[in-house]
T-cell receptor, first 110, second 114 residues
Framework: DAKTTQPNSMESNEEEPVHLPCNHS???????IHWYRQLPSQGPEYVIH???SNVNNRMASLAIAEDRKSSTLILHRATLRDAAVYYC???????????FGTGTSLTVIP | NAGVTQTPKFQVLKTGQSMTLQCAQD?????MSWYRQDPGMGLRLIHY???????DQGEVPNGYNVSRSTTEDFPLRLLSAAPSQTSVYFC?????????????FGPGTRLTVL
């Protein structure tokens, strides 16, 4: 059963902000929300994670809804190198199982 | 550091053949895992290990065996390959435990079963 729901694809103009949404209505109280991205022909790479509070790092920001049933990954200024499939993932409370969704394919337009 | 390495990069098997996909990491990570990625889909967890001698099943374990004799290596065995196992296989590792641990993924092995 799908644990996260994301749009199949999104487009953004270069140097503009991008908001990538994710729904996770069945999230449990101890599930962490992780975001990874996968560039073509590569393995996924970590972007950001959070539990309840909004998070910022050098790559992106993560905004988590108050009820935790949705979250949004924010890329502040999209570059061509940000074109990838972005996965919103729930990590179970043991930390041992990651549930990938189908991801959002981001196209960045020059 | 080489990070997470996988061999081979590509492999073609006939139905019923067996093979082992190799995965190694040089970061002294306790946790290692195997995923498969089918076309147009996200990754699904096959098996994982939290340390040498300890393995457990993930979301889609059927048809695959694993063992973990050392911290560095986590091979994935297909005993009798089937066309449904055609996929891209990714190995990952991270530090075990804690509230956050970034997973590091290998470059993948593309397997075709005819």
């Amino acid at each position: 059963d799908a644990k996260t729901t994301q749009p199949n694809s999104m487009e953004s103009n270069e140097e503009e902000p991008v908001h990538l949404p994710c729904n996770h209505s069945t999230i449990s109280g101890t599930d962490y929300i992780h975001w990874y991205r996968q560039l073509p022909s590569q393995g996924p790479e970590y972007v950001i994670h959070g539990l309840t509070s909004n998070v910022n790092n050098r790559m992106a920001s993560l905004a988590i809804a108050e009820d935790r049933k949705s979250s949004t990954l924010i890329l502040h200024r999209a570059t061509l190198r940000d074109a990838a499939v972005y996965y919103c993932i729930l990590r179970d409370n043991t930390g041992n199982q990651f549930y990938f969704g189908t991801g959002t394919s981001l196209t960045v337009i020059p | 550091n080489a990070g997470v390495t996988q061999t081979p990069k590509f492999q073609v098997l006939k139905t019923g053949q067996s093979m082992t996909l190799q995965c190694a990491q040089d970061m002294n990570h306790e946790y290692m895992s195997w995923y498969r990625q089918d076309p147009g889909m996200g990754l699904r967890l096959i098996h994982y290990s939290v340390g040498a001698g300890i393995t457990d099943q993930g979301e889609v374990p059927n048809g695959y065996n694993v063992s973990r004799s050392t911290t560095e290596d986590f091979p994935l065995r297909l005993l009798s390959a089937a066309p449904s196992q055609t996929s891209v296989y990714f190995c990952a590792s991270r530090i075990a435990g804690g509230s956050y641990n970034e997973q590091f993924f290998g470059p993948g092995t593309r397997l075709t079963v005819l």
